[in-house]
């Protein structure tokens, strides 16, 4: 067919149907933790996409535990497949789970696309990241999910605060507490005198 193809005129056709279910209202997103302890990542062991999220974590956050849920990204069946790990993963003893894919045709990315994806992402008890893809790129669990990341990296990022600004805000603070008490001090000691 000309222009976009068959598979962007299915890709529009879901997001409505599932728009006008309010599966991607702004009011059914979920908050992130702000200090998770233990991510859950959906995506396939052989990605480069996971080595950047686990090299992203390991720097930023390496007190974090993670799990990995390996599953298919790509090919027949890979959509249920994914919808499974992100089930399983939600019933697991996580903060949050992080489905990541590196960039791809749409055909690449279309396990993404699948309606099971999005229900499963909204079925979860858990808030959801999605990193699918790069910045230009868009799916159907961006949408679903409580947050898109515009790359796997920026989801890992967006997923986990960086340990050394929390240490450097919390040194910044102890010194702020500490001349507001030595402060006080020195007040009540003026008012004594």
Do not use: M
Not at 68 to 84: N, S
Not at 171 to 189: K, V
């Amino acid at each position: 067919r000309a222009g976009q193809g068959d598979l962007f005129e299915r890709f529009l056709q879901l997001k409505a149907k599932l728009e006008a279910e309010g599966l991607f209202a702004p009011e059914a997103k979920r908050p992130l933790p702000s200090f998770p302890r233990h991510l859950a990542i959906v995506t396939s062991p052989q990605a480069a996409a996971l080595r950047d999220v686990l090299t992203t974590l390991a720097r930023r956050a390496p007190h974090v535990a993670i799990t990995l849920y390996p599953t298919a990204v790509q090919g027949d069946g890979a959509g249920e497949r994914i919808a499974e790990a992100i089930a399983t993963a939600s019933r697991g003893d996580h903060d949050l789970i992080l489905l990541c894919r590196g960039g791809g045709s749409i055909e690449d990315l279309w396990a993404f696309n699948e309606e099971a994806v999005a229900r499963a992402i909204r079925a979860s008890r858990l808030p959801v990241v999605s990193g699918v893809g790069h910045e230009t790129d868009f799916t159907i669990a961006d949408f679903a999910a409580d947050l898109r990341a515009p790359t796997p990296t920026a989801a890992a990022e967006l997923a986990a605060p960086d340990r050394n600004a929390l240490q450097a805000q919390l040194t910044r603070l102890g010194r702020q507490l500490e001349r507001q008490g030595e402060r006080r001090l020195h007040d009540l000691q003026q008012r004594l005198d």
